[in-house]
């Protein structure tokens, strides 16, 4: 009786280390593909019929982006949207562009965590603790040409363009569609809005102030 209560024990614990991350692709690769009829579903995409995939399927250019915007910012993505060649393969990146004093704002990525390094210009970098140890920490650092910095999955952060020049980094993500939140578009500017009320409790300040936030990022996003 004591060796079956063992097997069954090794066999649950077993179970919960398998379930624990994504298995391994049993293909070399799944083209992503926008037919519902003829392909495969794999990973929220389908796949594409590997007789007809192409090198342009894992190919893509990256042109500098435009930060001709009020954050002084641009954030070019590459996942699985973009370059179909990666679905399945749990990697992407983004070319993040700033102008002198750009800002990329406060966000989190819930699927992925992400690995920056500088190419041209210096950043002020960071991100903020969950409240586990009931405080919310900020690690932050400046970055220079070749510097290299790890942003946890799921956590809050931002990159601040401190110089008085350009500045150009490559965010690696370990998800190929990590998805991003960021903070005070979501806050203030989601569909349906959030209720005036639950903003000003929660942020314990004036209607008003709720108010003129919502202004500021409702219209950006609708």
Known sequence: MKAIYFVVGFLALASSIA???????????CVALNDTQN???VNGKFCKDPKLVVAEDFFKHVDPGNVANKLGSKVTPVSVN???GLNTLGISLARIDFGPKGLNPPHTHPRGTEI???IEGTLLVGFVTS?????NQLFTK???????FVFPI???HFQFNIGYGNAVAIAALSSQNAGVI???NAVFGSTPPISPEVLTKAFQVDKNVINYLEKQFWYDNN
């Open 154 to 156: 799921g956590l809050i």
């Open 82 to 84: 973009e370059l179909p």
């Open 39 to 41: 392909a495969v579903f």
């Open 19 to 29: 379930s624990a991350y994504d298995p391994s692709p049993l293909q070399d690769f």
């Open 131 to 135: 409240n586990q140890n009931n405080t």
């Open 182 to 184: 960021t903070i005070a």
């Open 116 to 118: 920056l390094i500088v």
């Open 142 to 148: 400046v970055l220079n040409k070749g510097d290299v």
